[in-house]
């Protein structure tokens, strides 16, 4: 079966742009997760989506948004793109989105923002 | 708010020899508690997880951790590392407000020598 994929692999923006990341999770699960890895820290929460619906979101500027699609796939969107933007950015998946559920890691897409 | 530390951020053992990777937490309420490890290039996996119950928990690849509340600690162990154990570890703490959000500390990178 496949895990959570994730597209692009790998992007170079310039500031200011605007990108998008794409997510899809593993078949059955519903609920779509997005964090932000800048090199050298821990990933940082930024959304939980579940059923389409907003469940949860981060300390991020509103340049961030994302949205869950009818077959629970997952763009992140980032705008005005600044170089502090740069990161791995990691999706995950799971059934439901509660607590006591596992969590499973896409490879991520590497953002640089020149 | 929630938050895990991971004390060390570079951590070298001996292929063979035991493993102990520190990570305190702050929350007023029992935690939830995990253990993910990152390989280069790879998502996150999960190792272990704690939610009640029995302090010492077991986890793939040979890992265990315990929870100590008194110390505020989760820390991880694996009695004998194999070189393949080299990657970057995360502890992470389940956020409240529902979902499955995590906030993760740090890291703490393992490298092994032959």
Redesign the interface.
């Known amino acids: 079966d496949a895990g ?1 994929t994730q597209s692009p692999t790998h992007l170079i923006k310039t500031r200011g742009q605007h990108v998008t990341l794409r997510c899809s999770p593993i078949s059955g699960h519903k ?1 779509v ?1 997005w964090y932000q890895q800048v090199l ?6 930024i959304f ?1 989506y ?1 059923e389409k619906e907003e ?2 979101r ?1 300390n991020f500027p509103d340049r961030f948004s994302a949205r869950q699609f009818p077959n629970y796939s997952s763009e992140l969107n980032v705008n005005a793109l600044l170089l502090g933007d740069s990161a791995l950015y ?1 999706c ?1 998946s ?1 059934l439901v ?7 499973f ?4 897409t590497q953002l640089s923002v020149l | 708010a929630q938050s895990v530390t991971q004390p060390d951020i570079h951590i070298t053992v001996s292929e063979g020899a035991s493993l102990e990777l520190r990570c305190n937490y702050s929350y007023g309420a029992t935690p939830y508690l995990f253990w993910y490890v990152q390989s280069p290039g790879q998502g996150l996996q999960l190792l272990l997880k704690y939610f009640s119950g029995d302090t010492l928990v077991q986890g793939i690849k040979g890992f265990e951790a315990e929870f100590k509340r008194s110390q505020s600690s989760f820390n991880l162990r694996k009695p004998s590392v194999h070189w393949s154990d080299a990657a970057e570890y995360f502890c992470a703490v389940l956020l409240t407000g529902g979902g499955n959000k995590l906030t993760f500390g740090t890291g703490t990178q393992l490298k092994v020598e032959l």
Request: proline share 4%; no cysteine.
């Open positions: 959570v609920s997760s050298g820290q821990g990933p940082q929460f939980q579940y469940r949860g981060g990691l995950a799971s989105g509660t607590a006591n559920e596992k969590l890691f896409g490879s991520g």
